[in-house]
Structures are given as structure tokens and as C-alpha cells.
């Protein structure tokens, strides 16, 4: 068990990259589509990360270069836990903390831009991090356990019993994969404007380590999703290709909000998500009680 665990590992960390590079690449060619453009080429983003690289990287304070690798590091390694089949509850741990890095990285350049995309990153934090946690509640309440590992080998359907937490998460997935309504930080596409949120003192090599640590982070959530639907494999592949499809259209038919209703969009799936886990929790009362 331990070395399959390993070998999950070191396949994310190295795999991810190249599956996110590509999923990066897929989004750009249907949001092209979508607004009647012919669209990048599919590996465009390798393109651009390798092109950061090779330019000069110009920084503020040199202390922004240890907060983005920090960050890095840590989204590798959520994801790398994750996928060894680790404890949800270190692995979101370790996913905030490397958000937490990304925000000290912006504040430390000396920018109102860069502060103010600091700023509204920790709001989306507030906004995702409670959801996110009451889905891994969720899958502890369904297959009495925290470990990715036996939740994604347990026969039972967790989506039938964590509706509400599902699209709960769905939403603040949004928030995640920075898209429209909710990229208040910054964006991953050209709509965004010129000055780019929380990577505005962010410049190559530096800024291409972020681009790379979206990568992890997009396989990693996706295969979050892919969790609910783990009973079945067939099924929670079709699960997140249509999810991922779902949140490209939502990217492409509305428009950013302010980051109040971010917020309250961010608390609005929380408690979606409560009551599914307390109405969960009474079903599964009920039943030890052999509804005495």
C-alpha cells in the first residue's frame, strides 16, 4: 500500500504539470470558439511558461521569489498527498497554507495593485476555504473515513448523499479556477484588465512558477470532483469533464462581480452544504436507531 501510495505521488508531480498545461490549453480553445475566435494553439501555455523562463525575472524585494516557490511547493504537495490517497485534512491544510505564501508574495512588492489583489485573494480564501472543508466533513460522514484513499475505493455513491455539498463545492470551484464571476484576485484570461490583480510585480521565472503551481492546482481540484463520483470511475470521469465544461460556459456568459458578492456567493454554498450534512447526519441517526 505504501508504495502505491508513493507511486500516486510522484505521478501527480510529475504528470500534473503536462495534464494541466493541456487542460489550460483546452479551455483557451473553447473559450475561443465560444466568442467566435479561430483560438490559440493547444499547447500555447507551454508555450508562455517557457517564454517566462527565458525572460528576465524582475522583482521588487527578493523575498517574492521564496513566497511564490513556497507556494509552489505546497500546491505540489497538496496534490501529491492527495493522489498518495493522504488525510483530506492535511491536504487542505497544506492547500491554504500555499495560498497564504501566494498573498505574503503580493504584499511583499510594494504595490497598491499587488495589495489590493492580496486583499481580495484572502477574501476568496473566506469565501472557499469553510466549503471546502465541509465537503471533506461530508465524505468522513459517507465512508467513515478521511483518507482519500478509502474513499475513492467505497462502493457507496457519495453524490447521492452529498448533493447539496457538491454543488456547494461546484460553486466555490469557480472561485478556484478563477473564472468569471468570481476572479476578483486576477484572471487566466484575456479579459481581465491590464493590471493584473495579485501577479501584477510578478514577472518570469516567478510569474511562470505560478502559471505551473495553476496547473497542479486545476488536476487537483478536478480530482476532488471526481471523489463524489469515485463509486463509479466511467462515471466521475464524465462527472469532471462536464464540470470543467460547465464552469468554461459560466466563464464565458457572465460577468465579474464585486467582491461582496463573491463573498456572500462563497457563504451562500456553505450553507447549502450544512444542511445537506445535517440532514445527512439525521438519516444516519434515524438509522442507528433502527428509527426507535
Known amino acids: 500500500m505504501t508504495w502505491t501510495w508513493l507511486i500516486g505521488a510522484v505521478l501527480f508531480l510529475v504528470l500534473a504539470p503536462i495534464a494541466g498545461g493541456l487542460i489550460a490549453g483546452i479551455d483557451r480553445r473553447i473559450t475561443a470558439r465560444m466568442q467566435g475566435r479561430v483560438g490559440p494553439p493547444l499547447l500555447q501555455p507551454f508555450y508562455d ?8 525575472s524582475v522583482v521588487v524585494t527578493t523575498a517574492q521569489n521564496f513566497y511564490v516557490l513556497a507556494y509552489l511547493i505546497f500546491i505540489a504537495l497538496s496534490g501529491a498527498l492527495f493522489f498518495a490517497g493522504g488525510d483530506l485534512l492535511l491536504i487542505i491544510f497544506a492547500f491554504t497554507l500555499a495560498h497564504v505564501f501566494l498573498v505574503l508574495g503580493a504584499y511583499a512588492a510594494h504595490s497598491p495593485y499587488s495589495h489590493i489583489g492580496a486583499e481580495r485573494e484572502l477574501i476568496q480564501l473566506m469565501a472557499y476555504e469553510p466549503m471546502i472543508i465541509l465537503a471533506a466533513v461530508g465524505f468522513y460522514m459517507v465512508t467513515n473515513s478521511f483518507y482519500v484513499a478509502e474513499i475513492a475505493v467505497s462502493a457507496i455513491p457519495a453524490i447521492l448523499y ?10 466555490i470551484l469557480t472561485i478556484k479556477l478563477r473564472k468569471s464571476p468570481f476572479d476578483i484576485s486576477t484572471s487566466h484570461h484575456a479579459h481581465q484588465e491590464i493590471v493584473k490583480g495579485i501577479t501584477t510585480e510578478f514577472s518570469g521565472s516567478t510569474l511562470a512558477q505560478v502559471e505551473i503551481a495553476h496547473w497542479y492546482e486545476n488536476v487537483f481540484l478536478l480530482g476532488f470532483v471526481y471523489l463524489f463520483f469515485a463509486w463509479n470511475p466511467v462515471v466521475g470521469i464524465i462527472a469532471v469533464v462536464i464540470t470543467y465544461l460547465a464552469e468554461i460556459f459560466v466563464d464565458n456568459v457572465t460577468a465579474r ?23 445527512l447526519a439525521y438519516i444516519l441517526a434515524y438509522m442507528m436507531t433502527g428509527g426507535a
Open 49 to 56: 511558461v517557457g517564454k517566462l523562463f527565458e525572460k528576465e
Open 162 to 171: 452529498l448533493p447539496g455539498v457538491f454543488l456547494g463545492f461546484v460553486t
Open 257 to 279: 462581480v464585486r467582491w461582496q458578492a463573491a463573498l456572500k456567493s462563497g457563504w451562500l454554498a456553505a450553507v447549502l452544504g450544512i444542511v445537506n450534512l445535517a440532514i
